[in-house]
């Protein structure tokens, strides 16, 4: 059945919010009308004892892993070095971590804007065919050292390095990753293109009185965030309605949606 | 207006990253309760184990890690929705060639991508953590005396004010070719020409109803003549809802009271006729004033509850010639060294997961599980050829 009922939910709401403008802009109601409410901060679906997300924990704690600093690699030109590992049959195979989550205590020492980075390890590797060298371009310069190391073996805190040539970490990366994806024209090269941006604490922004109501709550929301606010009411999730440019014979169509023609058998 | 209970100041000071809760509260229940609409979505995935959702349980993403937004325009489409404000497929992060190595099993994979989207073997039954509903018929709404009965999963089989319902967790998904666009019956659009209506008197076993015409509400584009369709993944949900009898269009009751004074909805005063006059009213639609109760039907897309690679489905859960092969020689040079079995065979194990408790006892041991005739084939590709290739591999049918 067509979600009338949304859509008549959806008017009260917008009734509710005149209505209660329309009495923010009259004479408040007479004080000990309204019985208070005990307000709740109860989480509803709240995390289940013991619950982890199995292979995101065993990429934290790899990512946070220690590693004895490489001081010396062995220079070797890059071309020699990519024919050097394919002789040796180093590829595929050898990837001992499909998925990797890129953070480390060199990262984020000084700022904490961006969230790490989730690296698909194998996928890179595939969309390389298996070069491993793309990356891993220099080996450290102990013979018995293996062929290719983590990053962070040879990167780590330019303040802190005893080799004060060498980029950190975070450049490595950065370079690494941006320079090849340029290169290619393929991948991200903006920040949030590879990275979630993290949330600004907002216990100190937020100024609201005692027992605010929603419309307060939005307004003060809107004081900082007026783009968000006119971006989202532009947005299929306010509107119920939007393009369907997948929908055969509406292909051009920007009115389809639950508010106006969609039906359904539930 | 949010519930008078939310200590609305302590929201506004904890505002951070969107979460599965922020978007799992409407769409985890879509429907009107868990897993109603959404056979691959459920509140399972608050908090899913890896085998519930291997990107969600396995990896914690966020839903708009994948469905990411700009300007706050959600990213996603789906079958039974129109609205799409930006695509996303599982190739976006994992390419045309998701299996990454360079064995034999990767190349033969990456093969089947061409013409198997990543859910039928990812995704290999549907509403695995919760039952959805797969059934519903509102012609048998409105008898607030009959005694309501549960399932074998506990779900109730019938609401006065919805009529009767039919559960199934862990379903093997309905396969069609699939080429990313959906043919779609719209509010006033005709039902089908072929279906015949029952009337409000009339009596109609399951069987019967099961048998009559459907009018299909989305149905998926797609043929396997077409080199953009793959094989995809959909849960079938059926049911009986009322049609104008003259206009032939489906019609919209008012369900939901308005308020204390509401002379209409249906779910107050179980009368249909004011339900539709109020409801069509509203919707700006002629009402003839008789109506009927007609078969629809809806494909749905399984795009979540992805299982890791250790739980997709292997390659004899398909493919029944491969089923006792000892090797690859089949297509082949002879080489024994290959591990052949562990490569064919691993992978969804039933017999597991009935252990696990859940519902598939019909499933295991099954071949040929997305039904290659059904989908146009001759039968198994590997005996009779793939759907542009006409070359069968090997020795035909007689099994070694």
């Known amino acids: ?266 | 207006m949010p519930d008078p209970k939310v200590d609305l100041t302590y929201v506004a000071k904890n505002v951070g990253p969107t979460s599965r809760k922020t978007c799992g509260t409407c769409h985890f229940s879509g429907g009107g309760g868990d897993a109603v609409k959404h056979a691959d979505m459920s509140a399972d995935l608050y908090w899913p184990s890896q085998t519930c959702d291997v990107h969600m349980g396995g990896y914690d993403f966020s839903c708009v890690e994948c469905h990411q937004t700009r300007n706050h325009k959600i990213s996603g489409r789906s079958t039974s929705a129109p609205v799409a404000e930006g695509s996303r497929a599982c190739e976006d992060c994992h390419t045309a060639k998701p299996h990454y190595g360079d064995t034999l099993l990767d190349h033969h994979l990456n093969k089947h991508c061409a013409t198997v989207a990543c859910n039928t073997c990812h995704s290999p039954v549907y509403s695995k953590c919760a039952p959805t509903k797969t059934w519903w018929d509102w012609s048998t709404a409105g008898n607030k005396k009959r005694e309501v009965k549960k399932d074998k999963y506990g779900k109730v089989d019938y609401d006065w004010k919805k009529g009767d319902f039919l559960w199934k967790e862990s379903a093997k998904p309905e396969y069609a070719w699939y080429n990313g666009f959906t043919k779609r019956l719209l509010l006033g659009d005709p039902i089908d020409p072929e279906a015949k209506g029952f009337g409000p008197g009339e009596d109609l076993t399951y069987e019967q109803k099961r048998q009559l015409v459907q009018t299909r509400i989305t149905e998926p584009v797609g043929s396997m003549r077409d080199p953009h369709s793959r094989i995809t993944p959909f849960k079938i949900m059926s049911g009986i809802q009322p049609a104008d009898a003259q206009h032939r269009y489906l019609l919209i009751p008012h369900l939901y009271p308005y308020d204390k004074e509401d002379t209409t909805a249906y779910w107050k005063h179980a009368d249909w006729q004011k339900a539709f006059t109020e409801g069509m009213q509203k919707a700006g639609l002629p009402y003839s004033g008789e109506y009927m109760w007609v078969a629809t039907t809806m494909y749905w897309r399984i795009e979540h509850e992805v299982m890791p690679r250790e739980n997709a489905l292997s390659c004899v859960h398909c493919h029944e010639s491969l089923k006792g092969e000892q090797g690859c020689d089949r297509c082949h040079q002879d080489s024994r060294g290959s591990k052949f079995r562990q490569l064919a065979e691993q992978g969804t194990d039933f017999q597991l997961l009935q252990m696990m408790g859940r519902d598939v006892g019909d499933l295991i041991g099954s071949t040929d599980y997305i039904d290659f005739k059904k989908l146009g084939y001759k039968g198994d590709p590997i005996i009779h050829g793939g759907r542009f290739k006409k070359l069968p591999l090997g020795f035909g049918t007689a099994n070694k």
């Open chain 1, 1 to 266: 059945m067509r979600t009338n009922v949304i859509r008549v939910l959806a008017t009260a709401v917008l009734m509710a919010v005149l209505g209660a403008s329309a009495a923010l802009a009259a004479t408040p109601p007479p004080a000990g009308d309204a019985k208070p409410v005990e307000k709740s901060r109860k989480d509803l679906t709240p995390m289940p004892e013991g619950w982890t997300a199995l292979r995101q924990e065993e990429a934290i704690k790899q990512a946070h892993k220690q590693y004895p600093f490489v001081e010396d690699v062995l220079m070797e030109d890059l071309p020699l070095r990519q024919q050097r590992l394919r002789n040796m049959g180093i590829g595929y195979k050898d990837i001992k971590q499909s998925y990797i989550l890129l953070d480390s205590p060199y990262v984020d020492t000084y700022e904490k804007q961006y969230d790490p980075v989730r690296f698909m390890h194998s996928k890179h590797a595939a969309s390389l065919d298996g070069d491993c060298a793309a990356c891993h371009h220099y080996r450290p310069a102990d013979p018995n050292a293996p062929e290719t190391v983590s990053c962070r073996s040879c990167h780590q805190d330019t303040r802190t390095d005893a080799n004060t040539e060498r980029i950190g970490l975070k450049a490595a990366y950065h370079m690494q990753c941006m320079n090849c994806h340029e290169q290619m024209k393929k991948g991200p090269v903006n920040c949030v293109g590879c990275h979630t941006k993290r949330s600004v604490d907002h216990k100190e922004l937020v100024r609201l009185p005692e027992n605010p109501k929603p419309q307060e709550v939005t307004a003060e929301c809107l004081r900082c965030h007026q783009e968000a606010g006119d971006d989202m009411l532009a947005t299929a999730h306010w509107l119920w309605r939007g393009p369907s440019p997948y929908t055969t014979e509406h292909r051009k169509s920007v009115m389809s949606g639950k508010g106006t023609t969609t039906l359904n058998n539930f």
